[in-house]
């Protein structure tokens, strides 16, 4: 069993920034080499999606809508994933979530199915 927590959300005007962080844990996890994962989002009304994701070897991908504003990263030691986003628009509003997977290879942002998820942490870009 592996439990992701997010943190890191809140609410910033637009073009602020903000740093997500997933912190996973589990009694047998010794650290995140093997496991792909990810960021979604989900904002009211509309259907989750895929923000940005990134394998063991560091491969990722990006949704369109945050390519060059986004950037994800993972420390497999500390078992840490980070979403750091800039230029925050008031469209970036919705709820975060962090997944992974160990069986997940070469993900892509419209892979949704993912063993592990977190709770989410909010974030509200305001105009």
């Known amino acids: 069993q592996v439990n992701l927590v997010e943190s890191g959300g809140g609410s910033v005007q637009a073009g602020g920034s903000l740093r997500l962080s997933c912190a996973a844990s589990g009694s047998t996890l010794t650290g995140l080499s093997g496991y792909s994962m990810g960021w979604f989002r989900q904002a009211p009304g509309k259907e989750r999606e895929g923000v940005a994701v990134m394998d063991s070897d560091g491969y990722t991908d990006y949704a369109d809508s945050v390519k060059g504003r986004f950037t994800i990263s993972r420390d497999n030691a500390e078992k840490i994933l980070s979403l750091q986003m800039t230029s925050l628009k008031p469209e970036d509003t919705a709820m975060y979530y962090c997944?992974?997977?160990?069986?997940?290879?070469?993900?892509?942002?419209?892979?949704?199915?993912?063993?592990?998820w977190g709770q989410g942490t909010r974030v509200t870009v305001s105009s």
């Open positions: 997944a992974a997977d160990p069986w997940v290879k070469r993900p892509t942002i419209f892979h949704d199915v993912y063993k592990y």
